[in-house]
């Protein structure tokens, strides 16, 4: 038996990092104020780390749907696969050449470009789809603050959010 709605247990599930984030600090600053100059210098670590949890947990919660999309997503020693009802494919990241947001559809899609194959089009909420942020943020270059401000923005347009090499001339801008 849950003192839980489901509802309520799959939104602490969703900011999971945050709330341990949050509890680490608080133990941190427990042994700071508490028993002694002893336990000062582990709590300050534990206070530092609780931080850094809840500045990576937040980064989670934003790119986190509700995993409930078309498709299926599996991430697995440096390839990400999908499986979709109509669509599929896998890409190797250590091959893969442009990430894009397609905004056309809804709901947004990620798109993953790899050189002699068709791209992989990834609904924002498939299952599994929270896995893509450990993957992305190994791309060399990638700015994940902006991947999760194009990934709330609104706009309809699509927007290249990491390139391997510029495939276009050097005069063009991204924005």
Do not use: C
């Not at 038996?1 to 941190?28: C, D, H, N, Q, Y």
């Not at 600053?29 to 937040?58: D, E, K, R, S, T």
């Not at 669509?87 to 993953?112: D, F």
């Not at 299952?127 to 190994?138: E, H, I, K, T, V």
Request: aromatic share 8%; glycine share 12%; no cysteine.
């Amino acid at each position: 038996m849950s003192f839980l709605r489901p509802e309520a247990k799959a939104e602490l599930w969703r900011w999971r990092e945050v709330l341990g984030g949050i509890a680490v600090a608080l133990t941190g600053l427990w042994l700071v104020a508490g028993p002694g100059l002893l336990l000062a210098i582990p709590g300050y670590a534990l206070i530092l780390a609780g931080v850094i949890f809840v500045w990576i947990g937040g980064q989670r919660v934003r790119f986190r749907k509700t995993g409930l999309g078309a498709g299926a997503v599996q991430v697995d020693e440096g390839q990400i696969a999908y499986f979709g009802p109509l669509t599929g494919g896998v890409i190797a990241l250590r091959e893969m050449e442009r990430l894009s947001l397609e905004r056309g559809a809804y709901p947004a899609h990620w798109k993953l470009e790899q050189p002699g194959q068709n791209p992989v089009m990834i609904p924002v909420d498939a299952a599994g789809a929270d896995a893509l942020f450990d993957a992305f943020a190994a791309l060399p270059g990638l700015r994940t603050e902006r991947m999760l401000a194009e990934l709330a923005d609104d706009k309809t347009l699509s927007v290249v959010i990491w390139e391997r090499r510029s495939m276009r001339p050097a005069s063009t801008l991204l924005h």
